[in-house]
């Protein structure tokens, strides 16, 4: 479901020529001019509504595993420019393009892009990760397809951008967790069908959990959910309501609009 995001043609000549083998791509009506790969994991609506789900307020520091080309992490700056973003990205390339498109956008002060292996976010010895309960909030869009089940992207940083062993998304859950303070938001974003094995993972570190689900058009099932917890709670969980992305001529309907073109949060409490 990594839909095109409707926007508006680029308006900032002060920026270099686009690269080859990259596209420049409108977020939130133009607001934003991200570099992309032409070929590769390319970012959609899932970076969008991930980022307007997450509470940030202005000066909280926020956790990005996995952060690509940052799109996620800038659509979270456009709506809230008073924030700390950190992330962990695995590709030199798209380390590169983050910074790069953080810089284009005016958030190079902003953004933190560290390049490393999520897993060694774990270990004690690693003085380059951030410290523990540093965050107040983190988000992820963790690979969608195991290892083994799916046929491989031919192209590269797609496979490795889509990839999960069994036991990854466990570790992206762990990171999550030890890295928000107590009482900090973790928010994901992911396949409907793995809904049952996030709630297992999260069930004994997050409390309070809100799910909604994204529905392609009226009367078709959830093809993504977004799931949210807060560290050490005990509160229940609950089930929020949905969104329908397309009405029947295929267009993005008013509120899946107002979140992708005009930047409108999507709060899940």
Not at 134 to 145: I, K, V
Not at 217 to 230: D, F, K, P, T
């Amino acid at each position: 479901m990594q839909s095109e995001v409707p926007s508006d043609p680029p308006d900032s000549p002060q920026n270099a020529a686009v690269p080859a083998t990259l596209s420049e791509d409108g977020f939130l009506g133009g607001r934003l001019q991200i570099l992309q790969p032409e070929k590769g994991f390319r970012a959609g609506i899932d970076s969008v509504f991930l980022a307007a789900a997450v509470p940030a307020a202005p000066g909280d520091a926020v956790f990005e595993a996995g952060m690509g080309a940052g799109v996620a992490a800038l659509c979270l700056l456009a709506r809230t420019p008073e924030l700390q973003v950190t992330g962990i990205e695995l590709s030199m390339r798209y380390v590169l393009l983050c910074e790069e498109n953080a810089r284009r956008n005016g958030f190079d002060q902003n953004l933190k892009v560290i390049r490393a292996d999520l897993r060694d976010a774990l270990r004690k010895d690693a003085i380059a990760m951030p410290l523990p309960n540093s965050f107040a909030h983190a988000m992820a869009n963790p690979p969608f397809h195991e290892e083994g089940k799916s046929t491989p992207s031919p192209h590269l940083l797609k496979a490795q951008a889509h990839a999960l062993a069994p036991e990854d998304l466990e570790i992206w859950v762990r990171v999550l967790h030890s890295l928000v303070m107590p009482k900090g938001t973790v928010t994901l974003i992911h396949k409907a069908d793995m809904l049952g094995k996030i709630l297992a993972l999260m069930d004994e570190r997050f409390g309070d959990i809100r799910i909604s689900p994204l529905h392609p058009r009226h009367g078709a099932e959830a093809s993504r959910v977004l799931v949210q917890g807060i560290k050490g709670s005990k509160a229940p969980m609950q089930l929020r309501h949905g969104l329908v992305l397309h009405d029947a001529s295929g267009q993005f309907t008013p509120e899946a609009e107002a979140v992708l073109r005009n930047g409108v949060a999507f709060p899940l409490r």
